[in-house]
Each structure stands twice: as C-alpha cells, then as structure tokens.
C-alpha cells in the first residue's frame, strides 16, 4: 500500500512540482518556507484542491490525473485530515464532531458513537465529549482536531501543523500523544511542520518543498 | 519585571468621551435623520389607521377580532351594522402559511442548486430569469393563477381531497374546488418564491468555504458538507427570507382577490371555495363602502399592519437567536 504524487499542484498561477511516493507504515515529514505548497498538497491529496498536471494514486489506484480525466471525490479516498487551524464545527459538540467522518462513510450511529468515545480516550480528551466545540481551548481543541481525524479510520492521514497552535508544555504532551497514534497507524501518514524537532520526533523521511 | 498591585476602583470601565469633526457630525446627522425618517412614517401610519378605526374598536371591542359578521347598517335602520375580521383574519394566515409551505423546501432547494451543483453559465441564467419572476406586477400573476393555474389546480385538489380528505383540512363539505385557499397559497408560493430564494442563496453563498473543506477532508460527500456546514449556517438566512415571503404573502391583495372566493366565514378546509384575506377584503369593500364601513376597513387594515409588524419583529428576533446559537 503506497501513496504516489507526480506532477505539479498549485492553486492559480502558483505552480510547484512534485514527485513523492510514501509507503503504508511511514511518515513523511514536509518541511519548507512559509507559501511554498505544503498545505496545498495535503489539500491535493485529500481532494478539496485538483492536481494541475500528473496524477495521483493510492495502492494502485488513480485518484487524481489531469491527462486522463481522472478525478475521485472526496468521498471516494480514504483520508482525514488535520487542518493547521483545526477547522472543528463550532455548533457541534466534541462527540458529534469525531463521529463526522465515520457518519460520513455511512457508520451506524452507535458504532461511530463507540469509536469516537475511545478515539478521545486515545488522545486524552474522553472528558470533552459532551462539550461544544467552540468553547474549547486550543490544547483541547488540538487532541479533538487529531481524534476526529484518525477517527475515521482513513488509509492516509495528513497532518498540517498539527502542534502549530499550543503552548509549549502541551505540545510536549501532545507530541508524545501524536507519537503513539503514528506509531500504531498502518496506513499512510504525512506531517508538515516548521518545527524541526516535529519533524524528527515524528517523520520517518523528511521531504523539503520548494 | 515587577507587577505594581491594581485596586478595583482602577479597573473600572473607563467612559470615552470623543470629539468628533464636522464632517462626521453631518454624516451622523443624516443618517440618524433617514433611520429616524422611516421610523416615523411608520408610526404616522399606525397612529391614522388607529385614529380613523378607533371608533369601531370602540363600538365592537373583542368582538371585532372575533366575529366573522361584516354587515353594513340596513338603509331603512332594521338591522345595525356589523363588522368583525375573524374570517378574513384567519384566511389572511391560512393562505399565507399555504404559501410559505410550498414555497420554502422549493427555495431551499433552487438556492443549493444555484450555489453548489449548478455550472456557471446556468447560474447567471436562472438567477436573472429569478430577479425577472420576482418583479412580476401582481395583477399579472392574479390573471395568470386565475385562467392557467386554477383549471390545472383544481385537478391536484380533487386528488387531495380523493386521497387525502380523511384529514380535516383537506375534507371539503361542497364539492367546488375553484377559488380556493389552496389555490390562492399556490399562486402566492410562486410568488414569494424568487424572494425567499434570493436571500436564502445570498446567505448560503457565504457559508464558510473552510469548514466546507473541513468536512471534504474528513471524506465526506458534497450533500455532507452541506448538511453540515452550509444548513446550520444558512438558518437565520431562511428564516429572514421566509419571513420576508410571509410578509408578502400577508399582505398581497389583487392576485388573491382573482383567484379567492371571498365568504366571511372562518374556514380550515384549505380545499373549500370559501376564504379572503384582509388585504383582498378591504380592496373589494372600499369602494363602496359608506363613512362608517370606511373607518371599519381602516380598523382591519390597523389589524393587518400589525399582524405583519408582528411576523416582521418575530423574524428579526428568531434571526437574532440562531445567529447567536450559530
């Protein structure tokens, strides 16, 4: 199982190219300036945002390829995302919010119910489950952001700067958190980061773009 | 660094006093004029409905807004007059929610289809031929419902009432399926639709872009997303656009006096040939009216005035309250 970009992504007349394989099991670190394309990847990736030229496919299948007029919805991969300002829904609660992409991919309610309750048990954050997301602080909201992603259950998890928005001594936490759910996820994982130290505490290869 | 200790007399809310230049003393003048301008027409129009209706809610009281009873004095001094808005008031509120009904998951539903699935081309198609609909005069749609919709209406209420008629509102105790509430709800849902669409695809084209992609990169689909993101956020957006449309629906008077039987009689057969609404009621009595009926039609245009105030300020209030659940 391998995930593999090659071409160029972009949005506009902003253009970068790519030419990146990651295998099931790894985490591939991306690092780079402020602009240069990290998130626009991620975004490429997981289907919001179209690749310009080349294709994309995952475990042998064509998720994206501009030439041959290939295009899989959103729906269609299997990814989750963690956004760098963590794009939780406000009017929901924390529970609601980690079922999202289970109920998305057609999950009874109480099965999704079960999972997200021990996803947040995983990231320490069971105490929030009846809590609305908008009243959380940014720690809290980070552990949520990172449950609802591996929630899930994606074969590829794309983290945009998943520690960018806390204060030290939680993104130490968070770090060692975030460390035993990538050491534990069979599929594929990409982390961008400024922080070298994300990078080498958690990438397996690191990827510089730009 | 060393923090000095800060009494509560200290932190007390400090009162601004600012001086503010000509130019923005004009500007603050003028538009305080305009804001207050419209206030003021507004209370100029209730305080003459209220002057020249005053003596019939003096004469009749409660029972202006109870009876169903309106009956000019017999010329020979028999029988007095008699005037109460009951039938026409609930008829006002009957067709008005008729339409409001038909007309809203419709508007939903144009308004998703403009913002999210619709190609661009298509887009700007069906929103001019929308701002067209909407500047249709009423007399217009009133002609139009009365020889097109109404044949074909008929037929969808004999197929209510065939299928449907074990339920109260759609029994009708005389077969006569023309000019009827249902008739006059359909013809205005047509009418108020291009308004709740426009506002409600306004606030659903704001809707955040971020939480959108939010939901796409957890996998799900673009109904998802909606459901979701879009829905939630647009609420306050249709409800404003719908009480918009009610308001509308209240107060329309020439389409429904073509297509509505006016019977002062208190009617919840929505299939029935029996029903009016005030608006309609005062356009078909004023010009025959003598003094006494003229300051009964001014009482029942107060009563409309502020049944439509009313639906106004109930709009604004539950737009207030999902914003701020929002």
């Known amino acids: 199982m391998s995930l593999s970009v090659v071409g160029h992504i972009g949005k506009g007349t902003h253009t970068i ?43 042998g299948v064509t998720w994206d390829d501009a030439s041959q007029k290939v295009w899989k919805s959103p729906e269609q991969r299997r990814c989750a995302v963690v956004f760098q300002d963590l794009r939780l829904f ?62 899930a259950e994606p074969d590829v998890l794309l983290l945009d700067e998943p520690l960018s928005a806390i204060d030290a001594g939680s993104r130490e936490q968070l770090r060692s958190v975030l460390a035993d759910v990538l050491s534990a996820f069979p599929g594929v994982a990409l982390l961008v980061s400024h922080d070298a130290k994300d990078l080498t505490s958690l990438a397996t290869r690191t990827l510089t773009l730009g | 660094m060393k923090l000095l200790p800060v009494s509560d007399t200290e932190v007390s809310p400090r009162i601004l006093k600012v001086s503010r230049g000509t130019a923005d003393k004009v500007f603050r003048g003028v538009v305080l004029a305009g804001a207050m301008f419209s206030v003021a027409v507004l209370g100029l129009i209730c305080a003459f409905l209220l002057y020249r209706g005053f003596e019939i809610f003096k004469d009749f009281g409660f029972s202006f807004f109870t009876s169903s009873r309106w009956e000019a004095a017999a010329d020979d001094g028999s029988s007095p007059a008699h005037y109460g ?108 639709l291009p308004i709740i669409t426009s506002v409600t695809r306004e606030v659903y084209s704001q809707a955040p872009r971020d939480q959108v992609d939010a939901a796409y990169g957890l996998g799900s689909t673009k109904w998802g997303a909606i459901k979701t993101v879009v829905l939630p956020f647009g609420k306050s957006g249709l409800v404003g656009g719908t009480m918009l449309g009610l308001g509308r629906a209240l107060g329309e ?25 005030v608006a309609s009621m005062i356009a078909t009595k004023f010009g025959e009216a003598g003094p006494y009926e003229l300051k009964a039609l001014m009482a029942a245009g107060l009563v409309l005035f502020l049944l439509t105030l009313g639906v106004n300020f109930l709009a604004s209030a539950i737009v207030n309250r999902s914003k701020k659940i929002a």
């Open chain 1, 90 to 151: 406000p009017h929901m609660s924390v529970l609601q919010n980690v079922m999202f992409g289970l109920r998305s991919r057609g999950i009874s309610k109480n099965e999704a119910q079960s999972t997200a309750r021990m996803k947040l048990d995983l990231v320490s954050a069971e105490h929030l489950v009846h809590r609305k997301a908008m009243g959380l602080s940014g720690g809290e909201a980070q552990r949520v952001a990172l449950a609802r992603a591996i929630a």
């Open chain 1, 17 to 59: 190219p790519i030419d990146v394989t990651v295998e099931a099991g790894e985490v591939l670190g991306i690092a780079g300036r402020n602009g240069v394309g990290k998130t626009t990847l991620m975004e490429t990736i997981a289907g919001i945002v179209p690749l310009l030229s080349g294709s994309l496919s995952f475990d």
């Open chain 2, 253 to 277: 008077t020439i389409a429904v006096y073509l297509v509505l039987n006016l019977v002062f009689k208190v009617n919840f057969h929505i299939l029935a040939s029996v029903g009016g609404n």
């Open chain 2, 85 to 192: 808005v009951a039938a026409m008031l609930v008829g006002s509120i009957v067709v008005a929610t008729i339409a409001v009904v038909l007309a809203v998951p419709f508007a939903m539903s144009v308004a998703l289809y403009l913002e999210y699935y619709a190609p661009q081309f298509l887009k700007r198609t069906l929103v001019s031929i929308l701002d067209l609909v909407a500047s249709i005069p009423s007399v217009i749609w009133g002609i139009w419902g009365y020889t097109i919709l109404m044949p074909h209406a008929m037929g969808w209420s004999k197929t209510l009432n065939h299928w449907l008629g074990w339920i109260p509102i759609f029994k009708v105790p005389v077969p006569i399926f023309e000019r009827s509430p249902f008739i006059a709800g359909t013809l205005l849902a047509m009418m108020i």
